[in-house]
């Protein structure tokens, strides 16, 4: 069964450092979503492509995060410089559409700690 | 906006009892309403979906749920509880409005004890 791959699992930083998440949606998926889910709640969207356009990024705190899906396939999120309250865990998840009936298919996650 | 309400942040109930999750929803517009479970640092997984059409809508591992629009409730149901089923799960809605966005609820803890 296809899977939504992340890496890393888990990442250790200093505040001030530079970091960045890899997601490999399942193959022929074109929308993928980056979403934060903070210790004890619900993810939250951060970003939405639809192919390698941005579809949503409104929740994204563009001064130091980044998001990227250059051919359309794979993604980078980045955060530079890391900041003690973005110690989460981040979400890759894909689905065939955007579309509100599609199932969204989510990864392992990173979890990010920031010292 | 659309919001999604679980109530109880922790439920514990004995193995072989019945597992009654809570969600209340908002929507403007029609909704589409999913259940996924998640266990210690993993990602979520799906365990059904509602997309108006059969109101009762029936999972994985034994789980339903049934979408009642009057209530704007969606509740997670498992007759019978089994000790694999202590996990995270939350509720989450989306709708045309929102594009493919999840809203996603502050999530219930289930404990199962033996």
């Known amino acids: 069964e296809a899977e939504v791959a992340q890496s890393p699992r888990y990442k250790i930083t200093e505040k001030s450092q530079a970091v960045a998440f890899w997601c490999d949606p399942i193959s022929g998926h074109a929308t993928l979503y980056w979403y934060r889910q903070i210790l004890g709640q619900g993810p939250e969207l951060l970003v939405q492509f639809q192919d390698e356009s941005v579809v949503d990024d409104s929740q994204l705190p563009k001064d130091r995060f980044s998001a990227e899906r250059l051919k359309g396939v794979d993604s980078t999120l980045k955060i530079q410089p890391a900041e003690l309250g973005d110690s989460a865990m981040y979400l890759c998840?894909?689905?065939?559409?955007?579309?509100?009936?599609?199932?969204?298919?989510f990864g392992p996650g990173t979890r990010l700690t920031v010292l | 906006a659309q919001s999604v309400t679980q109530l109880g942040s922790h439920v514990s109930v004995s193995e072989g009892a019945l597992v009654l999750l809570r969600c209340n929803y908002s929507?403007?517009?029609?909704?589409?309403l999913f259940w996924y479970v998640q266990y210690p640092n993993q990602g979520l997984q799906l365990l059904l979906k509602?997309?108006?059409?059969?109101?009762l809508v029936k999972g994985i591992n034994g789980f339903e749920a049934e979408f009642k629009k009057s209530e704007t409730s969606f509740h997670l149901t498992k007759p019978s509880a089994h000790m694999s089923d202590a996990a995270e799960y939350f509720c989450a809605v989306s709708n045309y409005n929102q594009g493919g966005k999840l809203i996603f609820g502050q999530g219930t803890e289930l404990s199962v004890k033996p």
């Open positions: 998840a894909s689905s065939p559409s955007g579309g509100p009936s599609y199932t969204q298919y």
């Open positions: 509602y997309t108006s059409a059969a109101t």
């Open positions: 929507s403007s517009v029609p909704p589409y």
